[in-house]
């Protein structure tokens, strides 16, 4: 099984950063999709970024310029380094992993609050 442990969140002025982390743990061989997802008040879960195999990246719009995702395969971690946060930004982070021969497994999420 796979198994993930986040951290990082908590509150923040706009403009401010916060650096999100998840280290998954268990009995996989590889992981080659890992990425961020969040979810506002009373709006769906959305994707943030991702980033697979060769670190090839994808962003949602919104956070373009500003988000940085990255991973350290020798630890089976992931990071999401948000810079020039908006209120908007506010919400539930999920960190969503694929592992090889697992189905996808979700973090317990952590909450951001940016603050106007």
């Known amino acids: 099984q796979v198994h993930l442990v986040e951290s990082g969140g908590g509150l923040v002025q706009a403009g401010g950063s916060l650096r999100l982390s998840c280290a998954a743990s268990?009995?996989?061989?590889?992981?080659?999709?890992m990425g961020w997802y969040r979810q506002g008040p009373g709006k769906q879960r959305e994707l943030v970024a991702s980033i697979v195999s060769l670190d090839i990246t994808n962003y949602a719009d919104s956070v373009k310029g500003r988000f940085t995702i990255s991973r350290d395969n020798a630890i089976n971690t992931v990071y999401l380094q948000m810079d020039r946060l908006k209120p908007e930004d506010t919400g539930v982070y999920y960190c969503q992993v694929d592992a090889y021969g697992f189905p996808p497994t979700w973090g317990q999420g952590t909450q951001v609050t940016v603050s106007s």
């Open positions: 268990g009995t996989f061989y590889d992981i080659p999709s």
